[in-house]
């Protein structure tokens, strides 16, 4: 499965994006999919993840009550809906898609497909 994320740009502290991750040569019926990003000089970081098994969803502490991911089988997409967005959200945000097991649900190396990455910046 090929993904393509997109969505990414410039907001102001407070504002929102919604990020999508599109699939192709594939169906996220089939995939847990997640969303990780990366700050410069920082290690990629696990953000949300939408569980195929379960059909829950997980976020890292720092988003809670702030992004909502979800998922459009139809459309093939799955998006990160981010409000409330402060200047330490800023990073490259990937989408990434595996099958993971429940206790590996937040480590990247989990994740078997990755899309290209979007460029998320929060001005202060």
């Known amino acids: 499965v090929q993904l393509q994320a997109s969505g990414g740009g410039l907001v102001q502290a407070g504002g929102s994006l919604r990020l999508s991750c599109a699939a192709s040569g594939g169906s996220f019926r089939s995939y847990t999919v997640g969303w990780f990003r990366q700050a410069p000089g920082m290690e990629r970081e696990f953000v949300a993840t939408?569980?195929?098994?379960?059909?829950?969803?997980y976020y890292t502490d720092s988003v809670k009550g702030r992004f909502t991911i979800s998922r459009d089988i139809r459309e093939n997409t799955v998006y990160l809906q981010m409000n409330s967005l402060k200047p330490e959200d800023t990073a490259v945000y990937y989408c990434?898609?595996?099958?993971?097991?429940?206790?590996?649900?937040?480590?990247?190396?989990?994740?078997?497909?990755w899309g290209q990455g979007t460029l998320v910046t929060v001005s202060s």
């Open positions: 990434a898609a595996g099958r993971p097991i429940l206790s590996s649900l937040r480590s990247a190396n989990a994740y078997t497909h």
């Open positions: 939408f569980n195929r098994n379960n059909n829950n969803v």
